[in-house]
């Protein structure tokens, strides 16, 4: 399926993009070999291929949960002009 001169400035348009006229040849030839490498894939046998999240047979290695930073909170808030409760108290911005 190729493209043609219309469809590839209605795509420009909303890709949001701004082709010269020199360009437009181009990328109408360009585009339309993507779409005919496209179709090529899609007439590949898939029927039995299992859907797979990964090419390679491993599980994802995961860190241990546990803490490793000691609380430093109050130390930290030392700093902030207004505290209440451990939280910092911000000026109204919303009326």
């Not at 020199?22 to 490498?37: A, G, H, M, Y």
């Not at 179709?39 to 241990?64: C, F, G, I, K, Y």
């Amino acid at each position: 399926m190729s493209l043609d001169k219309d469809q590839v400035q209605h795509i420009a348009l909303l890709a949001r993009l701004k082709l010269a006229d020199d360009e437009l040849d181009e990328t109408v030839d360009k585009l339309s070999r993507i779409v005919d490498f496209v179709d090529q894939l899609s007439a590949a046998a898939t029927d039995d291929v299992l859907p797979m999240a990964h090419p390679l047979n491993e599980s994802q290695r995961l860190r241990s949960d546990r803490v490793t930073e000691t609380d430093e909170r109050d130390e930290i808030q030392k700093n902030a002009p207004a505290i209440e409760k451990g939280l910092y108290i911000v000026p109204k911005v919303l009326q």
